[in-house]
């Protein structure tokens, strides 16, 4: 990775993430929300590949950045475990682990029509990063959540950012998640004896007036890690957040959503994805039936990696034969499931009803402009 695609990552998300890891949360339009990671697949949709480069950023944050550091106590608490198991993840620690999930769309206005109809509540402000690429986050109270992405300027994108107009272009889905870990330092280095080959984590920095300003690069309050090529199936990344004494967010969504619960990986060979995962301390806490095939939970903190080697549901099959292991869909913990299944039907949301890894649940199959196979549970 040269240093200048290097310097334009961290530009990225210390711009991108200034709201979620400052100790004042300011409205949204104080600054942007959270930007894509740059895993994307590749021409066929089957492996991630590495950033893609990216042009200087340096009006982006002139443009959208406005500071809002401001210093609040640390909190220290238990490193969450399963209580059913009593599992718990070293690396993730205290912190949510499944923190978020990317969906893109190629035709935005649609998905957000989509997206409404399901129940969610999308922030109010429109991301913009640079290169043709925008968002719109849908947060839930223990801030995880989807982000919601499009190229809002095409032609732009193809030029300065190829990977991720390809993706876009092709593919309503997703792409890649996040998971938040305690300490990027140790998580590096335990993840490089593993084998995992991860992208060394930087201290965050972005510049406040730009290169030529008189003030000094400020470091961020949180520090990011991409794996290697390959490495892991679905593409997660990683995150270290500053602990904050942060309250949860106060959202409400008309479908009842509480937060982000799971995250559902195709995936071709069940027990290599395991062990890969394994490598990097996730483990198996129980093994289900979900759309009629056997699936393994691995615990993420807060949030739940499914993993599922399809034999008979064609979705699945397909799914996999076009885009090889990827991330299918997601499982959303609401606060009444009569209430959301009363919701979801009262638009014409067609939905399955099954009992999945946390009792009952509501299906809705992926379809697009909304290319994400979606869980609704208690």
Known sequence: MSSDESMQRRALRAAANAERHAGHRPSAGDVPE????????????????????????????????????????TVETDPIEDTATGVYHPLIGDEIGLDHVLLWSSDHAAAEKRLEELGFTLSEKTGSYGAGISNRIIWFENWSFIEFLWLSDPQTARLEAPREYEFATTINGSNAFGVSIADADVTYEELTRSGLGP?????????????????????????????????????????????????????????????????????????????????????????????GENAVSLFAGQGEIFLIQPTTNSLLINALQTRGDHVYGVSVQVADLAATERYLKQRGVPISKTVGRSGASLMVAPRDPVGLHIEFHD
Not at 44 to 50: K, N
Not at 52 to 65: C, E, K, W
Not at 248 to 265: C, D, F, I, Q, Y
């Open 199 to 291: 992208d060394r984590p930087d201290a965050e920095v972005w510049d406040p007036d730009g290169p030529d300003g008189p003030q000094e690069p400020v470091e961020n309050e949180w520090r990011f890690m991409f794996m290697n090529e390959g490495s892991l199936p679905g593409n997660p990344f990683f995150v270290q957040y500053k602990k904050k004494a942060n309250t949860p967010r106060s959202e409400t969504h008309p479908n009842g959503a509480l937060k982000v619960s799971a995250v559902w990986l195709v995936v071709s060979d069940l027990e290599r994805a395991k062990a890969a995962y394994g490598r990097a301390h996730f483990v198996e806490t129980s093994t289900f039936r979900s759309l």
């Open 34 to 73: 959270p930007g894509p990671p740059r895993f994307l697949g590749s021409v066929d949709h089957r492996a991630p590949l590495p950033f893609s480069s990216r042009h200087p950023v340096r009006r982006l944050i002139l443009a959208l950045f406005i500071p809002a550091l401001v210093s609040c106590s």
